[in-house]
C-alpha cells in the first residue's frame, strides 16, 4: 500500500508547504504503518523516535499508577497529533505515559531529525505543531480541573452524555477513562439505573434520563 500526497493533504493540509523532496520521503511505502488494534505504539521511558501522522484509527494514550490503575489522558485521531510526543520531540525526553492502538492503525512516522529541521526551518509547520500543541494542552487542563473539582458522579454522567447511544462500553473500560476502578463505576451505575436514569446491559447502557444526567452533570445533585 502506498501513501498518496491527496492522503497526506486530506488530513494535514499543513503538508504542502513541505519541499517535494521531503514530500517524497514522507510517502515512501515504507514508512507507512499498519498496525492491529491493541497494538503497543510507545511506552514509558521510552525513546521518542519520530513524529505520528494518523491516517486512519485511533490511538490513546494513557498514565499507568504503581498500582496498575490507569487513567486515559487523551485520544489521537487521524488528522490529529500527540502532545506527548511533541513534547519528547521538542525537550529531547522520554516518554512518560503509553499509547495503544484502540483500533487497527494506518500511519507514517516523520524520523525525529526530520521533525526537528521542519519545526526550525518551516513556519507553516511549526505553527501548526504548537497550535496543536495548546489545543491538547487545554484538553488535559480541563481532565485536571475535572479530577480535581468535580465527583465521581458527575464526572461518569457527563462521559455518558458524550458518547453516542447506546453507550456500548464496559464497566472498566469506562473506569480507565474515568481514572477509576470498575468497582466503583459498577456502584455508580448501579445508582443511576435505581434512579431511573440509565439501563443496563452487558456491555451497553442505554441513557433514559438525559435531562436527569445533564442536571448530575452540571449541579452534582
Known amino acids: 500500500m502506498e501513501i498518496t500526497t491527496a492522503d497526506l493533504f486530506a488530513l494535514y493540509p499543513v503538508l504542502r508547504s513541505l519541499p517535494q523532496n ?15 488494534a491493541g497494538t503497543g505504539i510507545f511506552t514509558e521511558r521510552q525513546a521518542c523516535e519520530g513524529f505520528p501522522l494518523l491516517l486512519a484509527g485511533s490511538i490513546k494514550v494513557v498514565k499507568s499508577a504503581p498500582s496498575g490503575r490507569e487513567m486515559l489522558l487523551y485520544r489521537v485521531e ?9 513534547s519528547c520531540l521538542l525537550g529531547h525526553a522520554d516518554y512518560s505515559a503509553r499509547g495503544i492502538a484502540e483500533t487497527p492503525l494506518l500511519m507514517c512516522v516523520l524520523p525525529a531529525p526530520l521533525f ?22 487545554a484538553e488535559l487542563m480541563q481532565l485536571v480541573e ?10 461518569l454522567a457527563k462521559l455518558l452524555l458524550g458518547k453516542s447511544r447506546p453507550v456500548r462500553a464496559t464497566h472498566q473500560a469506562l473506569a480507565e477513562e474515568l481514572g477509576s476502578v470498575r468497582e466503583i463505576v459498577s456502584r455508580l451505575l448501579k445508582g443511576f439505573a435505581a434512579q431511573g436514569l440509565v ?7 442505554e441513557l433514559l434520563d438525559r435531562e436527569g444526567l445533564k442536571q448530575l452533570a452540571d449541579t452534582g445533585r
Open 22 to 36: 521531503v514530500l517524497a520521503e514522507v510517502c515512501r511505502p515504507a514508512a507507512l504503518l499498519k498496525l492491529p
Open 78 to 86: 487521524p488528522g490529529g497529533s500527540c502532545i506527548i510526543t511533541s
Open 116 to 137: 526537528e529541521d521542519l519545526v526550525a526551518g518551516n513556519p507553516a509547520f511549526r505553527r501548526f505543531v504548537f497550535h496543536l500543541f495548546a489545543e491538547r494542552l
Open 146 to 155: 475535572e479530577v480535581a473539582f468535580h465527583r465521581l458522579d458527575q464526572r
Open 199 to 205: 439501563g443496563l446491559g452487558r456491555e451497553q447502557i
